[in-house]
């Protein structure tokens, strides 16, 4: 007769088993529990970063402006804000950053770089940048009309002058809609600041 399995582990060792069947049950009840507990730390992980990089592109951008090991360069806005970047997003988007971030000029070796736009607009920006999309136009804005006017115009200046043309494209349309629905009273002081600085024609119906 074979030996009967004392092992708590498996409910049929009532019945006699031969040694090595029971060597065989056992290691699989170990493997199936080393299993669950991988799985189980790995939900726990899941948890606690709901968001985990390879997801998209876009997302692993923003993330990586929260590493510092990833950001190379700090603008520092005129208002003295502080806006962390990577150097290579930027140049890739423009052909001016490109040559004031990695040319031959001072700020390519810099840590900081000093910018005559407000925090916010550099940050507008940056995020366009590894986005190609608008941020969040509430971030610019003032409860003033005047205020948020120059604002939402510094965006479109420094879009300019950076040679981001297609943040440029994108913000005019997001501007007017903003302009539209929040600014129904004073919303052609708004436009007459923007088209004085840009004379941008898809402004003018706020006028009339």
Partial sequence: QHPTCADPRISVCTIHLPPLLCVSLLFMSDNNNRMESNNARSKRKADKDPSPRGKKLSNDLLSSLDDPDLC??????????????????????????????????????????????????????????CTDKVPDLHMLHAEDAVESSRSLAKLLIAADYYDLGSLKRKTVPAITDFVNVKFREQGKLTCVVLQELFGMASLQKFRS
């Fill in 72 to 129: 190379d360069v700090t603008l520092v806005g005129s208002d003295g804000g502080r806006v962390p970047a990577v150097r290579a997003y930027l140049s890739a988007r423009s052909d001016v950053l490109k040559r004031l971030l990695v040319g031959r000029f001072r700020e390519a070796n810099d840590e900081e770089v000093h910018m005559d736009y407000p925090s916010a607009v550099l940050k507008a920006m940056v995020h366009f940048c």
